[in-house]
């Protein structure tokens, strides 16, 4: 798997972060950045001159075009998640080779960006566009489908970053090159940016090997990603040296277990850069940092960790930024660092960042070289911190203010392979495999009932559905470019290895997690005895069982006749083996023997989190308890859509997914619905409607269209459940009283949320961190799902909202920095402006008008013989 989630892949989640940014900063820009000689903007296929969003000027590119036949065009759809429509909305289309020629000063390293939007223009079918991209002599993209790598990336658009080594000539030439391995194959680009730079690379150490460097001076590198550590994303307009750089927060790397903590300088805190050069990085990524806690004894028994997906067979620079801005002694703060397990500066000479830089304030760097194939890493590069007890320093901690890792060109390339479908999207494939076999007829049913029909027309209709729509056709081939056309394609290859649907289970699933016979299940289940059951699902019933001996586990039976059940069945293994979060249910393992087929988990020794909410003689839950658990899962959720190689949404997310084990830790639990997304013509997925009522994004049940903040929304609803205790849907009562969100909101705003909250709960709650709850949870059902904060906004509040009922109750105290940051995250909440929307509102109480479930105990509506 090629870089899965490079420095961009953050750009869609964090938009409302950037915007606020870009809101708050854009009247104290310096100056516009004007092109000139050394920093050139082209706008490819535009005709005028055009300012982009931060007021920067992007040029026609026509007049820099040397050779070769192209097509100028328009993108005839505007994804939300572009923050400018320059240099995104026009291409420059290649059928043919073509070349541009670009001034530039000999002897001067620049970056070369490039811009790409995969969507449709001029009828071209952006899934056929495969084409390679050279610079000079050097090979930067080979084979690249711009619309496969977005689709991994789970973002509209992205930006490829090149720093090119010096060369004699003034002359940088670009060469686009259709591939000829496809037929209407084509190229295209929307914006080039060339930018003089100072020569910021050296040799570094090569990790692993104690005597051996990788020269990077003479490199040409790629930027893979570029983060701001423990800080908040820094737009381009805010760089340093006006070098243009976006640096990314790093929370969505994290592989630990504990975020650490973000440490932040005041601001009037100075960095003195004293003999570095300004442009090494702005003065934002050196006033913040993460560090791993105020606890000594935990920090030394643990690392923190971040994770990155690569290429494989390539040389990596590993960038890291120091500053310190609390402590000034030597021997205060002393850390161990290790590069995919290799010892990167450790014992006996570990970090020691005032030993670097003999005084807090300054700023300094350190470089790592790596080499990532087959015997290490693959295609992963970590790295882990943890503190040093060596030389008995004042604090066992470690800290990272900033990091950039850089892939070095192998004998003048630069090129690596298109990303892998994840593990969904190759299950789309097979199950749109089936429906093509089997020419399954499914009938979608007049718009009054649209929702209900399609509750139960499974994921097949998914492709019917969007062939009803003209100018989608694109849609059915998009999704699954890298298979080719499956009406032609009799024996590729999927991730899930056959093309049937009796099991789809790759390899790797089926490595990663134990099977189970089924007389081993029998045994531990009671021959699945009905006094062991402990739920009951659209997909069947789950038991309570033991394994060897001892071991408590929950089985999860399959309905042997659904059909959707064993293909959800199969999501969930593929998922579930690959994940291991603390805020996950994990999985054990399976059984697919004789006609059955089962999953077996982790027991959850205390339920589901509504069962201590309401209807219930359990003990009532305190409100920290309460919010522990709303982190705990916001944690989880955050790492579904974040964490894992690809962004997973849950589609389900509700209190009766919300496992607690015999610690109340809470873990995300049923995965069944659960989807890769988005595509990229929407950045979205568009896609039958499923979930449970009440929980409904009301976007995604108006458009079809999923993206991860359907589950925030959702997430939203449990916040209300948590703090009001009741069900989100309640057919019983008053019309304006049945949908807990709604009525949430509506005395949220009328300022009478206090009266709905638990009558358990009334005096025990810190106003202020009521308050912060309160808007984070309207915050998570704004109407729009761009409007909504990601999961990480959310956790950052809510962790927050923590911290002030703990100050309140005059408890444990966590770092003073780590609030203050937390609060400034979320931000980007703040400018949202909520945009009613009646209609859609009225819809949802017609669904669950029809229901007959008065008992607040709605579940699945994917239940094919109910309804
Ligand atoms: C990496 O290099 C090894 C050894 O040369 C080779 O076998 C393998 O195919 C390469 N992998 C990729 C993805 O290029
Ligand atoms: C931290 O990570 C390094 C490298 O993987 C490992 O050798 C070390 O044991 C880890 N330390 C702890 C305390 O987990």
Request: with cysteine.
């Amino acid at each position: 798997m090629p870089e899965v989630r490079p420095i961009y892949a953050s750009a869609m989640n964090e938009k409302t972060q950037i915007l606020f940014s870009l809101l708050c900063f854009s009247f104290l820009l310096v100056s516009p950045i004007e092109s000139n000689g050394e920093n050139l903007a082209l706008s490819c296929g535009a005709s005028e001159p055009a300012a982009d969003s931060d007021k920067r000027k992007w040029e026609p590119d026509a007049k820099f075009i040397k050779s070769g036949n192209s097509i100028q065009a328009t993108a005839s759809y505007q994804d939300p998640s572009l923050l400018s429509t320059v240099p995104y909305m026009t291409a420059r289309i290649f059928t043919s080779p073509a070349t541009y020629e670009i001034q530039v000063k000999e002897a001067k390293r620049h970056y070369l960006r490039f811009h790409f939007y995969p969507s449709t223009y001029t009828g071209l079918d952006i899934s056929n566009s495969y084409f390679s991209v050279t610079a000079n002599d050097v090979t930067l993209l080979n084979n690249f489908s711009a619309a496969i790598t977005c689709q991994a990336l789970t973002q509209a658009y992205l930006v490829r970053e090149y720093s090119l080594a010096p060369t004699e000539r003034d002359v940088l030439s670009i060469t686009f090159t259709p591939s000829d391995k496809y037929q209407k194959s084509f190229a295209f680009i929307n914006g080039i940016e060339v930018i003089e730079m100072p020569e910021m690379f050296d040799s570094a150490v090569l990790v692993g090997f104690s005597d051996q460097i990788a020269d990077a001076k003479a490199a040409n590198l790629q930027t893979m990603f570029r983060l701001n550590v423990g800080g908040q994303d820094i737009p381009g307009s805010q760089d340093s040296g006006r070098l243009t750089r976006t640096w990314y927060n790093d929370a969505p790397y994290i592989f630990s277990a504990g975020l650490g903590v973000t440490l932040q300088a005041s601001d009037k805190f100075r960095i003195d850069y004293q003999k570095m050069p300004v442009s090494t990085a702005p003065a934002d990524v050196y006033k913040t940092a993460r560090s791993q806690g105020p606890t000594g004894d935990i920090n030394i028994k643990s690392n923190l960790t971040w994770m990155f997906q690569v290429d494989t067979n390539f040389t990596y620079i590993l960038r890291l930024h120091f500053c310190e801005f609390q402590l000034s002694k030597v021997n205060q703060k002393v850390f161990n660092i290790y590069i995919n397990n290799k010892t990167a500066q450790a014992d006996p000479t570990p970090a020691d960042i005032i030993a670097w830089t003999g005084e807090k304030g300054i700023p300094t760097y350190k470089d790592y070289a790596m080499y990532v194939d087959a015997n290490n890493g693959g295609n992963e590069i970590s790295l882990q911190m943890t503190p040093s007890a060596l030389s008995r320093p004042e604090y066992l901690d470690s800290q990272l203010n900033g990091l950039e890792i850089f892939k070095m060109d192998s004998m003048k390339n630069l090129a690596g392979p298109n990303p892998e479908p994840s593990p969904m999207q190759a299950n789309e494939a097979t199950q749109k495999e089936f429906q093509n076999d089997k020419k399954t007829a499914l009938i979608i049913g007049s718009a009054g009932g649209v929702a209900m029909v399609l509750a139960f027309s499974l994921c097949f209709t998914v492709y019917q559905r969007k062939r009803r729509f003209p100018g989608n056709d694109s849609h059915t081939s998009i999704w699954l470019p890298i298979y080719g056309n499956s009406h032609t394609s009799g024996t590729k290859s999927t991730i899930s290895g056959k093309s049937n649907n009796s099991s789809h289970l790759s390899n790797l699933a089926a490595g990663l997690c134990r099977r189970f016979s089924l007389s081993e299940i029998k045994h531990g289940t009671h021959n699945f005895d009905e006094s062991n059951v402990i739920g009951v699902g659209g997909f069947g019933k789950v038991y309570k069982g033991v394994i060897d001996g001892s071991t408590k586990v929950a089985v999860k039976r399959s309905n042997p006749n659904s059909e959707q059940g064993i293909n959800e069945f199969e999501t969930e293994i593929e998922l579930l083996s690959r994940l291991r979060h603390k805020h996950l249910v994990s999985l054990i393992g399976y059984c697919e023997d004789g006609g059955e087929m089962c999953l077996i988990y982790d027991y959850m020794a205390l339920g589901t989190l509504r069962e201590h909410l309401y209807n219930t003689k359990k003990p009532q839950l305190t409100w920290k308890r309460r919010l522990e658990i709303a982190i705990g899962a916001a944690r989880g959720l955050h790492y579904l859509h974040t964490g894992a190689k690809y962004t997973i949404i849950h589609r389900d997310v509700k209190t009766t997914n919300i496992l607690l084990d015999e610690n109340w830790v809470a873990k995300v639990s049923d995965f069944g619905l659960s989807k890769t997304g988005p595509d990229m013509n929407g950045g979205h997925v568009t896609t039958v409607v499923k979930g449970s009522f009440g929980y409904l994004d009301p976007e995604y049940f108006r458009r079809q269209q999923l993206t991860e903040k359907s589950d925030v929304y959702s997430f939203g609803v449990v916040l209300f459940e948590i703090l009001c205790a009741r069900p989100a849907l309640n057919p019983s009562l008053s019309k304006e009283q049945v949908s807990l969100g709604d009525w949430a909101l509506n005395c949220k705003r009328k300022g009478t949320l206090e009266d709905i909250i638990d009558p358990n709960l009334k005096g025990k709650i810190n106003p202020e961190c009521l308050t912060k709850f309160a808007d984070t949870a309207e915050k998570c059902l704004y109407e729009s799902g761009i409007e909504r904060p990601t999961m990480g906004d959310v956790l950052w509040n809510l962790e927050f909202a923590l911290q002030l009922q703990e100050t309140a109750d005059g408890s444990r105290h966590r770092t003073p920095s780590h609030g203050g940051g937390s609060d400034d995250f979320g931000g980007g909440g703040a400018v949202a402006v909520h945009v009613a929307g009646g209609g859609i509102r009225s819809e949802e109480h017609d669904v669950s008008d029809q229901s007959d479930d008065n008992g607040g105990i709605f579940s699945q509506i994917v239940n094919p013989k109910g309804r």
